[in-house]
């Protein structure tokens, strides 16, 4: 594996400066940093930040205002433990952009700021056309649960269960977030829905607990709980 990505280190730099003898236009511009950012990505995955960062560095050289070059050398410096640095480089991007948006929001999770987090995310989930819009909005149900913003955290799931019908993850975020609402008649009704398998999952359990606990305190006050026993 090694010797492989050193090979592909090799071709990529004769590559490199090969191309740089005669001018380029944009497009070829991007086509050779996107292989370095590739390289890059495959270091982090072993661990190797020493090698992936010098990469980002050469095609920040080639392209300077790439935004993916500057997201990429952001998540090393983040990685890296290197904080004020990372923060730097996000605070100098678009942050209309939704790539630039989602990362941000991560980024600022990593570090404690949940409430800056829910405040720069939302270029990424209103982006329509965005690839990882799913992704983002199911960040931001995740940030708003944390930041106890739970009919913020019901809208967004609503949207989600539209884009994507049936998604046990999703309901089981619906029965979290509707039990936090004091909604316990519709928690009960997503529950219903889901597949006895689901049922089994460590999150089902824990929600479990939760519905006994509020059958508990109804029948101290000789309420009835509903036709399911947990």
Same mark, same amino acid.
């Given at each position: 594996? @090694?010797?492989?990505?050193? %090979?592909?280190? /090799?071709?990529?730099?004769?590559?490199?400066?090969?191309?740089?003898?005669?001018?380029? @236009?944009? &497009?070829?511009?991007?086509?050779?940093?996107?292989?370095?950012?590739? *390289?890059?990505?495959?270091?982090?995955?072993?661990?190797?930040?020493?090698?992936? *960062?010098?990469?980002?560095?050469?095609?920040?050289?080639? =392209?300077?205002? @790439?935004?993916?070059?500057? #997201?990429?050398? &952001?998540?090393?410096?983040?990685?890296?433990?290197?904080? $004020?640095?990372?923060?730097?480089?996000?605070?100098? %991007?678009?942050?209309?952009?939704?790539?630039?948006?989602?990362?941000? =929001?991560?980024?600022?999770?990593? /570090?404690?700021?949940?409430?800056?987090?829910?405040?720069?995310?939302?270029? =990424?989930?209103?982006?329509?056309?965005?690839?990882?819009?799913?992704?983002? +909005?199911?960040?931001? !149900?995740?940030?708003?649960?944390?930041?106890?913003?739970?009919?913020?955290?019901?809208?967004?799931?609503?949207? #989600?269960?539209?884009?994507?019908? $049936? @998604?046990? $993850?999703?309901?089981? +975020?619906?029965?979290?977030? $509707?039990?936090?609402?004091?909604?316990?008649?519709?928690? +009960?009704?997503?529950?219903?829905?889901?597949? !006895? /398998? !689901?049922?089994?999952?460590?999150?089902?359990?824990? +929600?479990?607990?939760?519905?006994?606990? /509020?059958?508990?305190? %109804?029948? *101290?006050?000789?309420?009835?709980?509903?036709?399911?026993?947990?």
């Amino acid at each position: 594996m @090694s010797r492989m990505v050193m %090979l592909f280190t /090799i071709l990529i730099q004769s590559l490199l400066t090969g191309c740089q003898i005669f001018p380029t @236009s944009q &497009a070829d511009t991007l086509h050779r940093v996107d292989p370095l950012l590739n *390289l890059a990505d495959a270091y982090i995955a072993r661990g190797d930040l020493t090698e992936a *960062l010098p990469l980002v560095i050469q095609a920040e050289a080639i =392209a300077p205002s @790439s935004e993916p070059v500057q #997201l990429k050398r &952001a998540e090393i410096l983040a990685r890296q433990g290197d904080i $004020e640095h990372a923060f730097k480089v996000y605070e100098r %991007l678009n942050s209309e952009s939704p790539a630039v948006s989602l990362a941000y =929001a991560q980024f600022l999770r990593q /570090i404690d700021q949940t409430e800056r987090a829910i405040a720069v995310i939302g270029p =990424a989930c209103d982006a329509i056309d965005f690839i990882h819009r799913y992704d983002a +909005l199911q960040f931001r !149900v995740e940030l708003l649960i944390e930041a106890r913003q739970f009919d913020g955290a019901a809208r967004d799931l609503t949207k #989600l269960t539209r884009m994507k019908t $049936e @998604s046990p $993850e999703i309901q089981l +975020l619906q029965v979290e977030v $509707e039990l936090k609402r004091g909604l316990t008649e519709r928690a +009960l009704q997503i529950y219903r829905t889901l597949p !006895v /398998i !689901v049922k089994t999952s460590e999150k089902a359990e824990h +929600l479990k607990l939760e519905f006994r606990r /509020i059958r508990n305190q %109804l029948k *101290l006050i000789g309420q009835d709980f509903g036709p399911y026993d947990f």
